[in-house]
């Protein structure tokens, strides 16, 4: 749990959009054995089958095509912020509070088995839209969107003995046709305009 | 109930087959219309029973949405309306047919086809649909489907513009029509409509009002009417039959569903139904008067007999009231029966002007003339169907007004200045009405039908095909034979009005056989009166047989050598009533008289603009407009800033749901 809150915290703080992307997958990793977590390491074929896919999906797949993109598109490897790191980890920071204190607030269906799992999956998810809406470089909104997407699954985890695994494997699965378009999105970006950079598509707009 | 079902099936089939052979232009129009025609009618036998029978039949079933459930009924009032949409859509099917295949080699013709028998089930499910819900879905089925039958010719920039003011205009419509199926789920748990009994008195007069002006869009209430008079020339002509025919009297029956619901009508319904009614048919009838083209006049004359059916509703509306029983059933006999005789002809006018159209590639009355002789069984039609309109015996046009008429006439609504303005007004209106629409069709009919050509277009018009041919004259026959035999007809909508008033059935027959026997005078005298005509020509004709008889042009004044350009215009004809009302019309005439004394080559245009369009709804959207552009700061092309919008209201929201 710690882990994951530090995670977020270095993603608000790393500079390298490399490094960034390896980040994310390790998140995703620490995600996937989530679930054997809370369940007390009990291996039941379901949980583990589950913790495989999004390992294989969030850990290896996921940054490897990103990083293919990266090295296709020859950008620059720095994040390029609308807000600096510094004010971005100080962002988080408060973000954090803000999530422990909803967390504890917000009504679940059933017990958690971690009474810091909500305030962490609120916390990932806050990270991931401030990570979409304070980068330029639509790159990092993609791994922003990811971030996001981790956040929801650790929600899930919570719930791992209620919900369905369907649905899980559902979102699981839009994350990845996400991921494919929004690669392909950015790769037809950078050969229309030279850049992908958001902030200078304003002149798109009617 | 499985007839209705089985119809609907075959027409939805036909529809989906005829857009998967659009490649194919002659599979796709047979099955497109088979599939309306043979659908229609199976779908026919359930109405005509329940029509005939008073029984009604329904079938329920559960539906996830919220308040919504299958819920489909057919009892006298649906069952009134089912039967012209589904003769309507059956002969227009025809029509649409031979009318749609000359587009074969431009266009796509499975799209048509396949949203036309669309537009068939969604206006049969909107009549049948009996859940609050199921009725929007029904009712946004049906303005779809005639928006992009409307936009069929979407090349042309006069239509897509059309296409767009009918959108807006039907989903302003229904935007007033969620409203007031939101106000009616506030009152119990359920939307069915025969759960619906108990609505607060204090919200009544909100719900009639929304209802009011929900269906009054679709249907063409004065003020709301602008979507019509561009929809209908742009739409295909069967279209415009449908749409002028039968689907502006979906909100006729929204309208009076909404009456069966909210219990007895105060004084003020009725004022606002009779003065709505009036303003529109009045009105309706001056604009079309000042109109150019054949089939932007035959729209604004939809909106005059709107207004001739929403008297009648008002009419019979006010005898609830009062609670005279004479008031009550000839007001509603005359509006409902008035519904079905529009259906026929103004779909008879309609696939006139479709045939005219066709033939001479133009609907500018201006530019048409001596029809009759080179499209003797359109014109014919046409005159059978201008004659209905206008509202002369025997056809059917005068037995639907004559009921209003008779209803207030020989009212029992007792002394008092109110009543006597009521009848001064319904009176005066309709015959006001009667009036001016007869001097609107001989405009029309005389200025294209009669005379000689005045353009090239005119000069190579043709007849239309045989299926064309055949759908006109089984309407001319319908307007004929509605109109001699309404007493019959009347008397058996008694289920119908048994349905919409608090009456027994036994008063109810009663009074409609009076009125029944007073129109039968009238009839009996018109065909006294034809059969006289039939025996002067029949004795014109054996006196002229055996002679030889000359034709010669027309006494020309003296002129050397007259034009068909010095033809009385369309124009010139209605300029005196176009003068005498222009303080409503305000029509616009460019001075552009010649000056000198060796006159130049000079021309002359007349413009009459939509009132309520030009004074009422370009200023209420320009300042729309203008208020919003307000907030354009807003929409600044930062999909950083456009995320952090979802974000704010997201947590907002949570923290709303926390506090």
């Not at chain 1, 679930?35 to 896919?53: D, K, T």
């Not at chain 2, 009848?423 to 200025?447: D, E, N, P, Q, R």
Request: contains cysteine; glycine residues 10%.
């Amino acid at each position: 749990m710690i882990l994951l809150v530090l995670v977020n915290l270095m993603l608000l703080g790393l500079s390298r959009l490399r490094t960034c992307i390896r980040v994310v997958a390790i998140q995703g990793v620490m995600l996937g054995v989530l679930p054997l977590i809370l369940n007390g390491w009990r291996p039941e074929p379901h949980l583990i089958s589950f913790s495989l896919v999004i390992i294989g999906l969030k850990g290896i797949v996921f940054p490897a095509i990103l990083i293919k993109l990266l090295r296709d598109l020859k950008e620059h490897r720095e994040v390029e912020p609308f807000i600096g790191f510094g004010t971005s980890m100080a962002a988080g920071v408060v973000m954090l509070v803000v999530s422990l204190a909803f967390g504890a607030h917000l009504p679940l269906p059933g017990t958690a088995a971690s009474s810091l799992v909500a305030p962490v999956a609120f916390f990932t998810i806050m990270t991931g839209l401030f990570l979409i809406i304070s980068r330029k470089k639509a790159l990092t909104q993609v791994l922003g969107y990811l971030v996001l997407e981790n956040g929801i699954s650790c929600f899930g985890a919570i719930l791992v003995e209620k919900q369905p695994t369907q649905i899980e494997l559902g979102i699981l699965l839009d994350v990845f046709v996400a991921v494919f378009v929004m690669g392909i999105a950015i790769f037809h970006i950078n050969r229309e305009f030279d850049h992908i950079d958001t902030d200078k598509l304003t002149r798109l707009r009617t | 109930m499985s007839f209705f079902f089985w119809g609907l099936i075959i027409i939805l089939g036909g529809g989906v087959l005829s857009l998967f052979s659009g490649h194919k232009p002659k599979w796709s129009s047979f099955w497109g219309s088979v599939g309306a025609i043979i659908g229609g009618s199976i779908a026919l036998v359930p109405a005509t029973k329940v029509f005939f029978s008073g029984q009604t039949l329904s079938w329920r079933s559960n539906w996830s949405v919220p308040f919504g459930s299958f819920f489909f009924q057919i009892d006298a009032i649906s069952a009134f309306f089912l039967i012209p949409i589904l003769v309507l859509f059956i002969i227009a099917a025809i029509y649409g047919r031979e009318y749609l295949l000359a587009y074969r080699d431009r266009k796509n013709l499975g799209v048509p086809l396949f949203f036309y028998n669309l537009l068939l089930a969604g206006m049969m499910a909107v009549v049948v649909a009996r859940n609050g819900m199921l009725f929007l879905v029904a009712w946004e089925v049906m303005s779809i489907a005639s928006f992009f039958l409307v936009t069929f010719e979407y090349e042309r920039p006069a239509v897509r513009q059309a296409g767009l003011i009918y959108l807006v205009a039907a989903h302003i419509g229904t935007a007033f029509l969620i409203v007031f199926f939101i106000l009616l789920a506030g009152q119990g748990d359920s939307l069915d409509f025969d759960r619906i009994t108990a609505v607060s008195p204090s919200l009544t007069g909100t719900l009639f009002l929304l209802a009011v002006v929900g269906f009054g869009v679709k249907a063409g209430f004065m003020p709301l009417h602008v979507w019509l008079p561009h929809a209908h020339p742009a739409a295909p002509s069967h279209v415009s039959a449908v749409m002028s025919g039968v689907m502006i009297k979906t909100g006729i029956y929204g309208l009076v569903r909404t009456l069966t619901l909210l219990g007895p009508p105060p004084a003020w319904w009725c004022w606002t139904l009779m003065i709505i009614g009036v303003t529109s048919g009045v009105l309706g009838v001056l604009f079309a008067l000042a109109q150019h083209d054949l089939k932007r006049l035959l729209a604004y004359h939809s909106v005059e007999n709107i207004g001739i059916i929403t008297m009648g509703l008002g009419v019979g509306l006010l005898g609830v009231h009062i609670h005279s029983p004479m008031l009550t059933v000839l007001g509603f006999a005359g509006g409902l029966f008035h519904v079905m005789n529009h259906a026929v002809f103004k779909g008879l006018l309609f696939l006139g002007a479709g045939a005219v159209l066709h033939g001479c590639k133009t609907s500018h009355i201006d530019l048409l003339g001596g029809l009759s002789k080179r499209m003797p069984w359109t014109a014919i039609t046409f005159l059978i169907g201008a004659t209905a309109i206008s509202g002369l015996p025997p056809l059917n046009g005068f037995a639907s007004e004559f009921l209003i008429y008779l209803g207030v006439f020989r009212n029992d609504m007792g002394e008092g200045l109110n009543h006597a303005i009521i009848a001064i007004i319904i009176i005066g209106g309709l015959a006001l009405i009667g009036g001016l629409a007869l001097a609107c069709f001989t405009k029309a009919f005389g200025v294209i039908f009669l005379g000689l050509p005045r353009s090239d277009h005119a000069e190579h018009a043709h007849e239309t095909g045989p299926g064309m041919k055949a759908s006109m004259l089984i309407l001319a026959a319908g307007c004929i034979l509605l109109g001699v035999f309404s007493p019959l007809v009347i008397t058996s909508m008694r289920h119908v009005i048994a349905a919409l008033a608090p009456m027994e059935l036994s008063a109810i027959q009663a009074n409609l056989a009076t009125a029944a026997s007073s129109l039968g005078y009238f009839v009996k005298m018109s065909l006294l009166f034809a059969s006289v005509a039939a025996i002067l020509a029949l004795v014109r004709f054996l006196l002229l047989r055996g002679r030889s008889v000359r034709q010669s042009v027309t006494w020309d004044c003296g002129y050397a050598r007259p034009t068909s350009r010095m033809q009385y215009t369309a124009t010139s004809f209605a300029q005196p009533l176009v003068d005498l009302f222009r303080f409503l019309l305000r029509t616009r005439k460019p001075d552009s008289r010649p000056q000198e004394l060796f006159p130049a080559a000079t021309t002359f245009h007349t413009d009459t603009e939509d009132g309520s369009e030009k004074y009422l709804f370009k200023p209420a959207f320009m300042g729309i407009r203008w208020v919003l552009s307000r907030w354009q700061w807003l929409q600044h092309g930062r999909v950083q800033l456009y995320i952090l919008y979802i974000a704010l209201t997201l947590w907002i929201l949570l923290i709303w749901k926390l506090m």
